[in-house]
């Protein structure tokens, strides 16, 4: 484990920054994490972990902001160490960013359903991975909509799916239904805005009730739900 005095050298901590730990069971992989986040002057890394056990050990110490984390690790797997992180109080919460070889890695789904904020591909370009970093922390929307929605649908869609009540979500008005539907396809709030001829901060007030009401993280969780209640039906 490094500590997390060793991953801010030579980065200013500010009001603004945000803090990033890497989790990643390969060292050159946390090496090339690490460049990308040090090379900008709003993001910082406060330590790695080589398994998902040192990950949960040092979000509990440093309280990042994002986690980069891998799935495939020992001792403790990446959807384990993402399940325990988000169940830590803190506010804001740190959010889970996944990073994974294959775009239809059977295990991201697991991972979303553990509380993932989004994932993205390990050969990412690295203006892309810092966009992916602001965006998990300001937790305003899933990421790589298009490639979440069809890895969702997917999973969602083989024998046997786990399905959860659909009763939760008798509480929605139907403007917050329609929301719902647009968030589970990978809108954005600015398209869904579009969609709906909304406001835009209509469409962020429609999604913070709808997320309250369900008793729900983010939108993530709402994506999950709306696929695993048949409100949203793959495909369609």
């Known amino acids: 484990m490094i500590p997390p005095e060793a991953g801010t050298a030579g980065v200013p901590e500010g009001p603004e920054t945000i803090r990033v730990l890497i989790a990643d069971d390969q060292a050159l992989v946390r090496a090339g994490f690490r460049m990308v986040v040090e090379s900008r002057p709003d993001l910082a890394v406060v330590g790695e972990a080589a398994d998902g056990a040192e990950a949960v050990a040092l979000a509990a110490e440093t309280r990042p902001d994002v986690v980069l984390m891998d799935i495939r690790m020992p001792l403790m797997d990446g959807i384990e160490a993402t399940r325990r992180i988000t169940s830590l109080e803190g506010d804001p919460p740190t959010r889970i960013l996944i990073l994974t070889t294959f775009d239809l890695d059977q295990y991201v789904y697991d991972a979303l359903r553990a509380g993932a904020a989004g994932f993205l591909l390990k050969d990412v370009p690295p203006a892309e991975l810092a966009a992916a970093i602001r965006t998990v922390a300001a937790g305003d929307a899933l990421l790589a909509p298009v490639v979440t929605r069809r890895l969702i649908e997917r999973f969602v869609a083989l024998p046997s799916p786990r399905r959860a009540d659909p009763g939760v979500l008798g509480e929605l008005s139907g403007r917050e239904g329609e929301v719902l539907r647009l968030i589970a396809r990978g809108y954005?709030?600015?398209?869904?805005?579009?969609?709906?001829?909304?406001?835009?901060?209509?469409?962020?007030?429609?999604?913070?009730?709808?997320?309250?009401?369900?008793?729900l993280r983010d939108r993530t969780q709402a994506v999950v739900l709306a696929y695993e209640t048949g409100f949203v039906i793959p495909g369609s």
């Open 188 to 215: 954005t709030n600015q398209q869904i805005a579009e969609q709906l001829v909304l406001s835009t901060a209509t469409v962020k007030s429609h999604v913070a009730h709808l997320l309250m009401k369900l008793g």
